[in-house]
Every structure is written in C-alpha cells, then in structure tokens.
C-alpha cells in the first residue's frame, strides 16, 4: 500500500451537490482516524464509514440510472469492488493494529476512491449535469 495518498481539494467538486457533499464527507470521516484514539472509537467510526460508502454508491449508482449514464453497469462493478474492500478491512479489523486500520482507511479514501473519482467519476460529470440542468436545477455553487 506504497501508493501516492491525495487529500480533499476543490479539484474534487463536480458541480453536482448530493455527490460532492458525500464525496467530501467521506475523506472527512478518513481524517477522523488520525492522531491516538481507542479501539471501540476507531471500531464504532470505521463501523460509520462502510455504512456511508454503502450509502454514497447506492445513491450515486440511482443517480446515474435516472440519467441514462450508458457505463453503468461498468461503475456498478467498480462500486462492488471497493465495497468488497470495505467488508474485508472491517473483517480483519479485529485483528489488526489501530495504526494498520487508520493506513489501510487511507489507502482506500485517500488512494482507491480518490482516484476513481477523477477517473470513473468524472467521466459521468457532463451527462449528470446536463440532465441536472435540463430538469430545472440550479448548478451547484
């Protein structure tokens, strides 16, 4: 897990408010696992975010449906990926160090998602804000 890590910037807005606010929350509860801490705080946190990767890819995966993106189903896969990434760092959680646990967070927002949302992400940006645009809502501040 050598791999380079990226922190929330504004490179990150699309534009696009439900997605960018729970793009941003979730490196947020990434940043939480900084610094000391106890086993159930980092449990109880690491327990909040896999609910809210959960969360985020199921309302972005409907996003998407109801705009028509055409890779869908290609997304879809990469959402099940990082999700089976999250079920595993909780299962071996138990076992591991609080530093091991507040790394392999890292490496999977501050890494893995980073990276798919300037690369899969950013490729649904134009449609999902034309359609946005074409019901009637306002663009994103």
Known sequence: MNEPLSEW???LVFGIDPID??????FDLAATFEGSGDEIRM????ASLSNYVVEH????????????YPKLEA??????????????LLEDA?????????ERVHYLINGWFYDHIMGADLDYVP???????AAGEPPAE
């Open 127 to 133: 449609l999902v804000r034309a359609h946005l645009a």
């Open 57 to 68: 890819l199921r309302e972005e995966e409907a996003l998407l449906e109801l705009c028509g």
């Open 21 to 26: 606010a729970q793009h941003k929350q979730l």
């Open 94 to 102: 138990r076992q591991m160090t609080l530093d091991e646990i507040a």
């Open 9 to 11: 910037s504004e490179r």
């Open 43 to 46: 449990m109880k946190t690491l």
């Open 75 to 88: 997304h879809r896969e990469l959402h099940r990926r990082f999700r089976t990434m999250i079920v595993a």
